[in-house]
């Protein structure tokens, strides 16, 4: 006789970028599991792989973790992680002054109202020149992963990471999809834009959107007021 499977319960979310809505489940004891190790690893690439990984598994597969935009990704992980362990959760914040022991402020936080912020004035669409331009896509995690590795001087691989992040190049109404041209021609095409122009490009990175929370505390040792802004999935676990 087969033993009983559990059956997860289903919840709806938006996607924020494409403000698709999609459904998703808690993670099981299997994921979790396999979470903690990842997170005992401290292995940046097996961390960023698990996370992908729960996220597909959790929307039934119907999230291609791999594309995702990587605030995408830290926002759908927070809501499956609301879900499967708690909606709060609980942080110590340390005064930037104090070095007394005592000088430290616990905040909860509910993970359902962490949101991502799209900055104003941030566009996909940027103009270059004449009725030339480009529609970037918002990079996956591993494409942010290759940026932070980057060196600003390795032209190159600057290059290389804002190619991967360029989705189409028009002129006027005519559009050229990236994943029809050749990379030397994408190069090529960025190689031949001015400082400015090419600074347009860089804003776009500049002015990504966020997971991101603001925070306000007073140390209760000196009475500072303290104000930040938590950003990213690792501000929150």
Do not use: W
């Amino acid at each position: 006789m087969a033993l009983p499977i559990n059956t997860s319960p289903m919840y709806t979310t938006v996607i924020p970028s494409t403000k698709e809505s999609i459904k998703y489940r808690p993670f099981l004891v299997k994921e979790e599991k396999a979470l903690l190790i990842a997170q005992h690893s401290e292995n940046a690439e097996t961390m960023v792989n698990t996370l992908k990984e729960i996220v597909k598994s959790c929307t039934n597969g119907k999230v291609n973790a791999d594309t995702l935009a990587t605030f995408d990704l830290e926002y759908l992980f927070t809501q499956i992680r609301a879900k499967s362990v708690g909606e709060n959760v609980d942080l110590v914040f340390p005064c930037d002054v104090c070095t007394d022991e005592k000088a430290r402020v616990k905040i909860t936080f509910d993970l359902t109202k962490v949101n991502v912020t799209f900055p104003e004035g941030h566009n996909k669409t940027i103009e270059l020149f004449d009725d030339v331009g480009v529609i970037m896509k918002y990079p996956s995690i591993n494409i942010i992963k290759q940026l932070e590795k980057v060196d600003t001087t390795d032209i190159d691989s600057v290059f290389n990471v804002i190619s991967a992040s360029i989705e189409a190049i028009y002129n006027g109404s005519e559009l050229f999809y990236t994943k029809e041209q050749t990379k030397a021609d994408i190069i090529e095409f960025l190689e031949n834009l001015t400082s400015q122009q090419f600074a347009k490009i860089q804003k776009f990175f500049e002015t990504m959107p966020r997971l991101q929370q603001e925070v306000k505390y007073t140390c209760p040792v000196c009475a500072l007021q303290h104000n930040k802004v938590l950003e990213g999935l690792d501000s929150f676990f």
